[in-house]
């Protein structure tokens, strides 16, 4: 007679160096350029681009953006700042 056994699964080990997806909050003057040059400057600076969510300006907010990237570990603590510096970004957040 045989014994039936779950099949065992081996753990992966975690990649502590791997980049992590990041969301950013983008919000914008509403001109339509503003979402090529930010998605263009973060693929110049290695990030991977995850998802992009793009709302345009209306009556009842000004244009935004959410990005998802994964970016470099060299680099993931400078995309803040890069973003803040385009311009018509209004404001950028880290969520």
Known sequence: MSAMTQPRT???PLDLGA???RRYAV???GRGDVLVRALALLRRRGCRIVAVD???ADRHGPGRFDVCVEAP???EHRIEAWLSALVDVVGVRQG
Do not use: K, Q
Request: glycine share 0%.
């Open 54 to 56: 793009f709302h345009e």
């Open 10 to 12: 081996i753990p992966a």
């Open 27 to 29: 919000e914008t003057t």
């Open 73 to 75: 570990p060299r680099t």
């Open 19 to 21: 980049p992590r997806p």
